[in-house]
Structure formats: structure tokens, C-alpha cells
């Protein structure tokens, strides 16, 4: 029995303790009360007010707390008051503040997307029939068949051709002016009907037919005629590609296309061959946006070598891109992006951090380009900056961010009056604040409960 009252007594002394505290915290940062009927410059320029206690809870007008019995604490809009948020040196080494200097420099950045290999359209050779005529032999008798050039193909004859034929050998034995004048017309007649010099030279063997011959190396793609078809002026009959390049075509995100260019040197691996790296460039950057994926198609030629690449493989394609323009560099950590905002903490010269709002471009291998807000020099925090982010949340410094633009050499931090030198004499056992003025009415010890960044969407 005597120990269930003891028990009680411990529990209501430890509640009258724990509302002496929240009473004696929200006393030491009420600012002194103006005498009656006047008013302090100070409140006519409060942001907003809040219980010290529930820092994150805003009102727009004075009164007493809804949450403690005792009266909210404005946040006063002296820019001079909270321009910069100090940091002890201890608080730094408890919360893990750690700072970088901000490079300048190109952002180099390697996409990797699957391609599938096509035909190179720019080496396709279509044989179709100049006359009227006959398929005497077919030398190729399928599809992809393999062919090189100057093989032959098919023999047709063809009278048209016949009569040309004749009409040359008759007048190849006669030398006279005339006779040499006809000979040369007869002879452009055989090459308009599609003879070349070799043709036009087996005559004088005797050859009854024409032998149409590979234009390059290559693979036979479609095949329309058989031996003994008849054919017609103008017929196709068939197709060689050739494999000395193939194109490999990729689909890139529309957010990544900016970095391809022509002429980009591009690496394709396949695992038909494992470990071996096919060369290409990027020949074009199709113009034409998938409205479905948002993607863009790029146009790839690898060489082929022994004819190993074959259209329909897929492979897999890695892009290295680098950006023309130098910009400000800072690593992914630094960046507080929200769905409306990005902004970084800038330390000054003199130890005090202020928010910075800034413009992203592109991000790779764990850098961020840095478009607007930065010039380079800066020293900004990696890690830690979402604790002081809070503060400047709570301190309404957020509020009054300008546009991004560019910062002023830091060399002129030196002449900032508002930042305050850090205390490196000061022990550690001894509570660390967190504040960006003493007379913000908000003061941050080690013990304190940190403030969770993520619970609203800071607007700017």
C-alpha cells in the first residue's frame, strides 16, 4: 500500500517538475512586455506566433497557447535578427556537420539503355530489271545467303538486250569515223539497259544471256524472283545489305537526351559475346518523341567485324555524355530538395550558415549541376544540413529567401555583420544552441528533440 503511494507521489511530483520547465522555457523566451497601451516595433513585424513548445505549430494573432497555459512567443521579421544561424563548435561535431567547398566544372555523365541492331539502311543495294526479260540461271537460291561483291546472281536474257548486243558486235570490226561514232552510241546503249564494262565484253564471248553481279559484300535480305520467271521493266529482284556497319537503335529519356550529340563515341556489349565491346558512334538523335514513353530514338553505327552482329540482338549500349558548359558542382548530399524548392546551406567565412536557394541541371556519379544560385567557392554543408535547415524552417529565414541568383565571391563573407564567430572554447558538457539569434525566442540544446524536416512542404 505504502509503496502504490509512493509510486503516485513520484508521478505527480514529476509532472509539476516537467510543467515548472515548459512554463520557465516559454518565460526565458517571451521577449519583455511593452507597457500598457503601446506596442514594441517588434510585434508589428512578427512573422507569426507559436508555442516554444509545439514550435511548429503557427499563429497568425497573439493569445495563450491551446497546447500549454502560457502565452505564444512571436517570430519577429527583423531580417537582421535572422539572417544567419549559428552553430557552436560542439553542436557541429555532435550533429555531424561537415562542410565542401564547391568546384567548378563540366558534369560527365554515362547512360546506359538496351538497343536492339538493325539493318544499315545506307548500305542496302536493290537489283531490279532494266528490260523485259527471262531468268536464264539463279545463282542464289535463298534468303540470306552470303554474297561478295562481284559474285554473280542470276543471268537473264532479255531481247532488248540481245538486239543491242548485236547491233555493237556488228559494228565493233569497222573503223571508219562514222562506223567508230556508231559503235561508241551502241555501247551507251547497253550501259543504259544496265551492262557494265565486263558484260559488255563477255559479248565478244558469245554470252547469250546478262549476269547481274553483287554490287558489295552483303547479305541477300529478299529474294522475288525464281529461274525461269519472266520478268518486267522495272521489276524487284532482289536485295543485298551489307554488314561491314550495322545501326543500333536505343530509346533515351527525354530528360537525358540533351547530352547526346553526333559523333559520340559509344560502347555496345551483347551476351551472345560476353566480355567482348563493340565500337560505334552516334550518328543522329532521331526527331521523333515517343508520346507515350517520352523517349527519343538515337541512331548508333557499330562496325561489324566478321559479320558477327546480327539485326534483331539485343544489346546494351553505355553513352558518355559531358556537358559543353562549366557550372558549379556539389555533391547529391548537399542538395534539400522539396517539390517546389531546392536550396543548399552556405557557410560563411566568419561560421555562421544561411539557406540558399538554387537551380538543379543534371545529376551524375553523385554530383549536381548547379545552374543558378552558386558560382563556385562556396563553402556548403553535406552533411548535417537538414538539423539547421530546421532551424531556419522554425526561425521563418526560409520565408524570405530571394530568387536564385548569383553569390557574391565568398571572399566578402568576411564583411558579413550579422554572422557570429563560433565558440571553440566552449565544453561540451555544457548545453550546445542551435539558434539563429539569441532574441529569436527559440534556443536548441542537445537534448532537445530535433524538429522532423519532412514533416510539411516547406513554401518558399
Known sequence: MNTKILQNISILVALVVTAVSA??????????????????????????????????????????????????????????????????????????????????GTLESSLRVPGSILW????????????????????????????????????????????????????????????????????????????????????????????LRAPADGVVTALAIREGQRVQTGMPLMTINGLDTVWAEAAIPQAQSIGIRPDMTVDARTSAFPGEVFAGKVESLLADVSMGTRTQRARIVLDNLDYRLAPGMFVDLQFTATTNAAHPLIPDSA???????????????????????????????????ILEGLKGGERIVVSGQFLIDSEASLSGMLDRLAEPQAMPPMQHDAHDGHAMPIDHDEPSGHPVPLENDPHAGHDMHEGDAMPDPKAKDLQP
Not at 122 to 132: G, L, M, N
Not at 172 to 195: C, F, I, K, Q, Y
Not at 343 to 364: A, D
Request: no cysteine; aromatic share 6%; proline share 5%.
Open 120 to 211: 544499315n539502311q545506307r548500305d542496302a543495294y536493290e537489283i531490279s530489271a532494266r528490260v523485259d526479260g527471262v531468268v536464264e540461271k539463279l545463282y542464289v537460291r535463298a534468303t540470306y545467303d552470303r554474297v561478295r561483291k562481284g559474285q554473280a546472281l542470276a543471268e537473264i536474257i532479255a531481247p532488248a538486250w540481245n538486239a543491242a548486243a548485236q547491233e555493237y558486235l556488228a559494228l565493233e570490226g569497222l573503223e571508219s569515223t562514222d562506223a567508230r561514232a556508231l559503235r561508241e552510241a551502241a555501247r551507251n546503249r547497253l550501259r543504259v539497259l544496265g551492262m557494265d564494262a565486263s558484260q559488255i565484253a563477255g559479248l565478244r564471248q558469245g554470252s547469250s544471256g546478262i549476269v
Open 335 to 369: 542538395l534539400i530538395a522539396t517539390g517546389n524548392d531546392a536550396r543548399v546551406i552556405v557557410e560563411s567565412k566568419s561560421g555562421g550558415f544561411s539557406p540558399v536557394r538554387v537551380v538543379t541541371g543534371r545529376s551524375s556519379a553523385g554530383q549536381t549541376e
Open 23 to 104: 512554463y520557465w522555457l516559454g518565460a526565458r523566451a517571451r521577449p519583455p512586455a511593452a507597457p500598457h497601451g503601446e506596442s514594441t516595433p517588434a510585434e508589428t513585424a512578427a512573422l507569426y506566433w507559436y508555442d516554444p513548445m509545439v514550435p511548429d505549430q503557427h499563429f497568425d494573432k497573439p493569445g495563450k497557447s491551446p497546447f500549454m497555459d502560457m502565452q505564444l512567443v512571436p517570430k519577429f521579421a527583423n531580417a537582421d535578427e535572422s539572417s544567419v544561424i549559428r552553430v557552436s563548435s560542439a553542436a557541429r561535431q555532435n550533429l555531424g556537420v561537415r562542410t565542401a567547398i564547391v568546384e567548378t
